[in-house]
């Protein structure tokens, strides 16, 4: 009996260890490198080209733009992930009922991605917004820039 129990705590152990790793696996880092969100990644994106507006050359009217792309894609996001949440408590709700239907929960899911999907397709439009804002003169800069920057990070 004692020899079944310690069996078992053994494979939970084992099968908790091996479903957890992954989970850890970029030490909770998102960015470009760590699949992060696409709408971080637009936010860091933005945030670079204004730390070194100066260094890439930004007219003030970039510069106006660049912080008017996001605020308009973090309050769309924030609105978006509301909905997205309030959803997935009605989905909640719906599968706790004892007459749950399969077709209302299943358009409940559907609404539920298809504010996923536009959530994504809001932070492509705005990442693309952003790199049309630039002149091929401040690409390079930015280019350069980031080039350095990444060096420095990995020698530390």
Known sequence: MRKDVLKTM???AAA???MAAPAYADHGQK?????GDLESKFLWKAGFLLAHEEEIGLTEEQVA????LK?????????K?????????????ALKADDASLEAINQLVDQKYELKKAKAKDAIAASLQLKNLLTEEQKAKKKALYSESR???DSE
């Open 16 to 18: 908790f260890s091996v």
């Open 81 to 93: 992930d509301a909905e997205i949440d309030i959803l997935a408590l009605d989905i909640k709700s």
């Open 71 to 79: 605020m308009d894609v973090k309050k769309s996001s924030i609105r």
């Open 65 to 68: 733009t660049i912080e008017q």
């Open 151 to 153: 060096s420095k990070k």
């Open 31 to 35: 960015g470009w490198s760590k699949g």
């Open 10 to 12: 053994i494979c939970l």
